[in-house]
């Protein structure tokens, strides 16, 4: 992999709004970002590809089995609570030790952040997919928020794999792309970002370079 990747683990602390250059309003999330430090670096020669793993996050030493404290000894940390590995083209540049904050990004760029979703608990069809839902008169009787016929009686005789039914909805891997940093405050270790992320305030997310940006 040529393509050089920046990143960093951090804390969404919420939403609010600042102006631009322009005076027009903007809506930004605020991520505490770091400070991370690098736990290990992947070569081409010894690994077969190149990244760089980074650690966020106090924990207690206890709480940590051995062979993660083997592992944080030899990078000579500290033993940290979430631990990620990015792939990028510039690994070697990276020593064990080093700490990675909100400045590796400057204002401007894209970025993609990876965080877990609000979990919203069982949803129906119509909340979790969308559905229009049945007739909302003209003789429906309590079915009003059902999905309708999920399935033939003779033909086909079963239910299709992957049929959207109601089940358990958030709470998921996601990743919104192509967000752009609006500013970055070095001193506090904050980047603000346009739009909204995944996840609760208090989350952990994973705000990296884009992968598709320009």
């Known amino acids: 992999m040529t393509k050089q990747i ?81 792939r990028t083209g510039d690994a070697a540049e990276y020593t064990l030790g080093q700490e990675v904050t909100a400045e590796v990004f400057e204002s401007g760029v894209r970025v993609d952040v990876t965080g877990t979703s609000k979990g919203k608990g069982t949803a129906g069809v119509m909340k979790r997919h969308g559905f229009g839902g ?36 958030g709470n998921e891997r996601v990743t919104t792309q192509n967000l752009t940093v609006h500013a970055v405050d070095a001193e506090k270790g904050l980047l603000l970002i346009k739009g909204a992320v995944p996840g609760p305030n208090g989350g952990l997310v994973l705000v990296r370079t884009a992968a598709k940006g320009a």
């Open 6 to 86: 920046k990143g960093v683990l951090g804390e969404k602390l919420g939403m609010t709004q600042v102006w631009d250059d322009n005076n027009r309003v903007v809506p930004v999330t605020v991520v505490k970002a770091g400070p991370c430090v690098v736990t290990q670096v992947r070569t081409n020669d010894r690994d077969g590809y190149e990244s760089v793993q980074i650690a966020f996050g106090e924990i207690d030493p206890r709480k940590v089995n051995k062979p993660l404290k083997g592992h944080f000894a030899k990078a000579d940390v500290t033993p940290r609570r979430h631990l990620v590995e990015i």
């Open 134 to 169: 049945l007739g909302a008169s003209h003789g429906t009787q309590r079915k009003h928020r059902s999905p309708g016929s999920i399935g033939g009686c003779a033909t086909p005789g079963r239910v299709f794999k992957g049929l959207r039914m109601a089940g358990r909805m």
